[in-house]
Structure formats: structure tokens, C-alpha cells
């Protein structure tokens, strides 16, 4: 059964960078676009950014672009979530997703295009 597992969460203080991780099992993590998504409580859940299956187009909302950096390492089957500068507004439980359908050159920020989700993990920012 495909599954996508989020590793990374923890507690920093405001100001400081936080990396993230996405890793797979039961499919092969490079070939799929890769999107993170978070929720705080209270709200809805939210697109950060996404990155294609070969890694050529990444797209970020605009409340982290600049900030919140995409990438992935087929060869470690891992899609990584680089936070920098993080304030209280990051604090939420973060979620990393796949679609069904492999190898599509372009990612959407859209939670309707991906189909397996992880459990989240918590990030928790002190002021």
C-alpha cells in the first residue's frame, strides 16, 4: 500500500530554519510530483509548495515563498520542506502528499490533485 511518511517536526524559536522531510513506501517517491500542505488549528488546511517527479518545476504560495524552499533527493527517496526564518504563523501540523498519476512535469498547489497523504507532523514556533 503506498504511504508517504513526514519526518522533522519539533519546537523552534521564532526566527530560526526547520527542514522537513517526506519519504515513501510501497512506490517510488521520484516518480511523483510531491506537494506539502499544513493546518493550523482553527483553519484550514493550506498549500505551501509542490515539486514535479524530476524535480524541473516547484511552485509556492505566495505566504512562503521566499522562505520555504522544495527539493528532493530521488536517490534517498525524500522530498524535503527547508523552512527559514519561521514565525508563529508557521505553527501547524504539516503534510506531505503524492498523486495516483506518475511522472507529470508540472505540480499543482491544489489539495483535489493528491491522493495519498501522510499523518503529519507537528512544528511548534516560540516567541
Known amino acids: 500500500q503506498a504511504q508517504v511518511v513526514e519526518s522533522g517536526g519539533g519546537l523552534v524559536q521564532a526566527g530560526q530554519r526547520l527542514t522537513l522531510s517526506c519519504a515513501a513506501s510501497?512506490?517510488?517517491?521520484?516518480?511523483?510530483?510531491i506537494g506539502w500542505f499544513r493546518q493550523a488549528p482553527g483553519k484550514e488546511r493550506e498549500g505551501l509548495a509542490c515539486i514535479s517527479s524530476r524535480g524541473s518545476n516547484t511552485n509556492y504560495a505566495h505566504s512562503v515563498k521566499g522562505r520555504f524552499i522544495i527539493s528532493r533527493d530521488n536517490a534517498k527517496n525524500t522530498v524535503y520542506l527547508h523552512m527559514n526564518t519561521l514565525n508563529s504563523e508557521d505553527a501547524a501540523v504539516y503534510y506531505c502528499?503524492?498523486?495516483?498519476?506518475?511522472?507529470?512535469?508540472?505540480?499543482?498547489?491544489?489539495?483535489?490533485?493528491?491522493?495519498?497523504w501522510g499523518q503529519g507532523t507537528e512544528v511548534t514556533v516560540s516567541s
Open positions: 510501497g512506490f517510488t517517491l521520484d516518480n511523483y510530483a
Open positions: 502528499a503524492a498523486p495516483r498519476i506518475p511522472f507529470t512535469p508540472m505540480c499543482m498547489i491544489a489539495q483535489a490533485e493528491y491522493d495519498y
